[in-house]
C-alpha cells in the first residue's frame, strides 16, 4: 500500500522560513512529485511547486523566488524550502506524487494527509 508521510508543518512568524518533507512508501516508480495547498479562505487546491524525475521544477507565480522544491529519489523523498513566509502562505500543504505501485500498474495520484502552515503577521 503507497504511503506519504508529510512532516514540517508549524505555526511561525511572517518572513521566516520551514521545510516540508514527505516520504513516499510502497511505491514502485516515482514520475512527478509536488506540493498543493488548501488555504482556510478558498475553496480550491493550489498547486504550489512540483518537480519531475528529471528534475524539471514548477512554481505557483505566487511562491517564486521565496519557496524551493527538490527530491531525493534513492529515499523517495520530496521537500519544499519555503522562505520569506507571508500570512496568506498560510494553508494545509499536501504532498503529491504520481507514479506505479507495481511494476505492472500505471501511472496514479497518491496524497498525504497534510500538513498545516500558519504564518502569523
Known amino acids: 500500500q503507497v504511503q506519504l508521510v508529510e512532516s514540517g508543518g508549524d505555526f511561525v512568524q511572517a518572513v521566516g522560513s520551514l521545510r516540508l518533507s514527505c516520504a513516499a512508501s510502497?511505491?514502485?516508480?516515482?514520475?512527478?512529485m509536488g506540493w498543493y495547498r488548501k488555504a482556510p479562505w478558498k475553496q480550491q487546491l493550489e498547486l504550489v511547486a512540483?518537480?519531475?524525475?528529471?528534475?524539471?521544477?514548477v512554481y505557483a507565480d505566487s511562491v517564486k523566488g521565496r519557496f524551493s522544491i527538490s527530491r531525493d529519489n534513492a529515499k523517495k523523498a520530496v521537500y519544499l524550502q519555503m522562505n520569506s513566509l507571508k500570512p496568506e502562505d498560510t494553508a494545509v500543504y499536501y504532498c503529491?506524487?504520481?507514479?506505479?505501485?507495481?511494476?505492472?500498474?500505471?501511472?496514479?495520484?497518491?496524497w498525504g494527509q497534510g500538513t498545516q502552515v500558519t504564518v502569523s503577521s
Open positions: 503529491n506524487v504520481v507514479g506505479s505501485a507495481t511494476i505492472i500498474t500505471r501511472n496514479s495520484d497518491y
Open positions: 510502497g511505491i514502485f516508480s516515482i514520475n512527478v
Open positions: 512540483t518537480i519531475s524525475s528529471g528534475g524539471s521544477t
